[in-house]
């Protein structure tokens, strides 16, 4: 029977791969819409950079976020995105490792194999990947950030929490998980805001104050509750937004659901030790609080279920371990045609991700009184 399970396994981690493959080759050859904006916008801060004149610079995606694809501008385009894919491919393969690490886990061929194989058949990694998002990278830097806090290498932490916020800025909330160690974290914390500094200072030289500060465009988006119960939205937001028209009611809705799931994060962080979880919490809380989280950010929980899946099997707990799988699928599937969800309250299924977030979110509450 084990042996079975095994062939299983692999069978299915084989059908994932080369299912995975065809859909990277097609990724490849044609453009990824998010990453050539931020490619255009990478080309146009180049040609300001040799021939700078003063104007005001137009760009599809904040500025500084743009400097960051600034080394991809050189390169001819279907190059650069290769390229990009490829870091964003591997990016997967260093959350994995630095996680076994944290987690001090040695790991079977097969488990690996199979791990990655579910990882690549979720839709918010698929997701993420087509459209040419920087989440995996970003993701990338903050377990390095995590995984070098563990280690005590503060300059390290602080330095990849700052890549982290400047390519995610979402990720600033997760200073909220140092400051309340502040005794212990104030040097990672002042040299992830020194980073960012130094960021936006050599902004401000190359490109001008007023150009720097228009990368704050994207706030003001973040405040209009228009067509928030679009499907790819699947925060708090996206699943109030689908409950109630009055986008007044929807803001404050969201944000005391998004404040109380903040205080509960915090509340649980200040009374329980294990930082894995409570890491793990903060990642879940900022994405259920997000007034736009689309469905590709939620490849950040890559870290969360290889942490919640690694204590639930500590705490040899069956129900717990058909509630993360149940929690999985939610989160890994896409409905193609949302349309013909649209009319209330039919379209409460188009939050399914939501869902999951929310049950995986839960979990972790109930694995800090087991642990």
């Known amino acids: 029977m084990y042996k079975f399970i095994k062939f299983l396994q692999y069978f299915f981690s084989y059908i994932i791969f080369l299912y995975f493959c065809f859909s990277l080759y097609k990724i490849l050859i044609t453009v990824a819409p998010d990453f050539q904006e931020y490619y255009n ?71 690996f194999v199979f791990i990655l194989a579910l990882i690549f058949l979720s839709f918010p990694v698929k997701f993420t990947l087509g459209m040419g998002q920087i989440n995996l990278i970003s993701s990338m830097f903050l377990i390095l950030n995590y995984y070098f806090y563990k280690k005590n290498k503060v300059l390290k932490s602080g330095i990849f929490l700052g890549l982290s916020i400047w390519t995610k800025p979402i990720f600033a909330l997760m200073l909220i998980f140092y400051i309340l160690r502040f005794k212990k974290n104030y040097k990672l914390i002042s040299s992830t805001v020194i980073f960012l500094l130094l960021i936006f200072i050599i902004g401000i030289f190359t490109f001008g104050l007023n150009n720097v ?27 109030v937004a689908r409950l109630i028209d009055n986008n007044l009611i929807r803001a404050g809705i969201s944000f005391i659901t998004g404040a109380v799931i903040f205080l509960i994060t915090i509340l649980k962080s200040i ?33 969360p279920f290889l942490t919640v899946f690694y204590y639930i099997k500590k705490a040899k707990s069956n129900n717990l371990i058909l509630w993360f799988w149940l929690s999985y699928i939610l989160i890994s ?15 409460l299924i188009l939050s399914h991700v939501f869902y999951g977030s929310l049950i995986l979110y839960v979990l972790i509450l109930i694995l800090f009184k087991r642990v």
């Not at 080394?71 to 990016?91: D, E, H, K, N, R």
């Not at 704050?216 to 939205?233: G, Q």
């Open 41 to 111: 916008s990478s080309i146009k801060l180049k040609e300001i950079v040799f021939n700078y004149v003063g104007k005001p610079i137009y760009l599809g995606y904040p500025l500084l976020a743009s400097m960051f694809f600034l080394p991809l501008a050189s390169i001819q385009y279907f190059t650069s995105q290769a390229v990009f894919i490829f870091l964003s491919v591997s990016g997967i393969f260093v959350i994995l490792f630095y996680k076994f690490k944290i987690l001090s886990l040695k790991i079977k061929f097969v488990d």
């Open 213 to 239: 500060l228009s990368t704050f465009y994207v706030v003001p988006t973040l405040l209009n509750f228009n067509l928030r119960e679009i499907y790819f939205n699947q925060g708090i937001m996206g699943f």
């Open 271 to 303: 009374k329980n030790k294990n930082e894995d979880l409570q890491f793990s919490l903060f990642i879940i809380a900022i994405l259920l609080f997000n007034p736009l989280s689309w469905q590709h950010h939620f490849s950040f929980l890559i870290f």
């Open 333 to 347: 599937l896409n409905i193609k045609n949302p349309s013909f969800f649209f009319e209330y309250p039919i379209n």
